[in-house]
T-cell receptor, first 117, second 114 residues
Framework: AQKITQTQPGMFVQEKEAVTLDCTYD???????LFWYKQPSSGEMIFLIY??????QNATEGRYSLNFQKARKSANLVISASQLGDSAMYFC??????????????FGTGTRLKVLA | GAGVSQSPSNKVTEKGKDVELRCDPI?????LYWYRQSLGQGLEFLIY????????KSGLPSDRFSAERTGGSVSTLTIQRTQQEDSAVYLC????????????FGPGTRLTVL
């Protein structure tokens, strides 16, 4: 069975500091993808970053980087130089392999990040 | 260009009534997804369409839920005989193709079953 675990329900970080949001996963699929999404209080889901299971380099997108440790099955999100606008709920998600004609996606329960001025 | 749109944005219905939720994906996106987000919870994956086809319906919560997509574009999620536990935000997303592409989410439909 596939599972995503986010163990930090809430986090605080000082503005301009870096913060790491934890995500561990479990899957028996050889090919899978890992995603991070941001959901501000307005409710929309915003894609941040993607890491494929066969990608050897850690993904980076601007201030976001994904610390992918395959053997430990972890895919932590690192936000550098936090900004007040980063305050939001952050979801880790996994796309499993293509089986039975479909992809399946599972999301973690989220981490609420608050950036302090 | 236009993003993913969903209608209605809010729907209040009485227990036992049927509701239909609509999703207009980004033009040219072949993959379409439906999710459910209950209050303060993460997203629950419901169904994935590649074109008009959704071979696996096992993510739908019960047989009261059905979804279809026509013309490789608009999708409708239908909930029959709604129950109070169906109250949630229903999110639709689309991506260029399935798999590795980022999903673009719509604003959601907030369903309240009284």
């Amino acid at each position: 069975a596939q599972k995503i675990t986010q163990t930090q329900p809430g986090m605080f970080v000082q503005e301009k500091e870096a913060v790491t949001l934890d995500c561990t996963y479990d899957t028996s699929d050889q090919s899978y993808g890992l995603f991070w999404y941001k959901q501000p209080s307005s409710g929309e889901m915003i894609f941040l970053i993607y890491q494929g299971s066969y990608d050897e380099q850690n993904a980076t997108e601007g201030r976001y980087s994904l610390n992918f440790q395959k053997a430990r099955k972890s895919a932590n999100l690192v936000i550098s130089a936090s900004q007040l606008g980063d305050s939001a709920m952050y979801f880790c998600a996994m796309r499993g392999g293509f089986t039975s004609g479909t992809y399946k996606y599972i999301f973690g329960t989220g981490t609420r990040l608050k950036v302090l001025a | 260009g236009a993003g993913v749109s969903q209608s209605p944005s809010n729907k209040v219905t009485e227990k036992g009534k049927d509701v239909e939720l609509r999703c207009d994906p980004i033009s040219g996106h072949t993959a379409l997804y439906w999710y459910r987000q209950s209050l303060g919870q993460g997203l629950e994956f419901l169904i994935y369409f590649q074109g008009n086809s959704a071979p696996d319906k096992s993510g739908l919560p019960s047989d009261r839920f059905s979804a279809e997509r026509t013309g490789g574009s608009v999708s409708t999620l239908t909930i029959q005989r709604t129950q109070q536990e169906d109250s949630a935000v229903y999110l639709c997303a689309s991506s260029l193709t399935g798999g590795n592409n980022e999903q673009f989410f719509g604003p959601g439909t907030r369903l309240t079953v009284l």
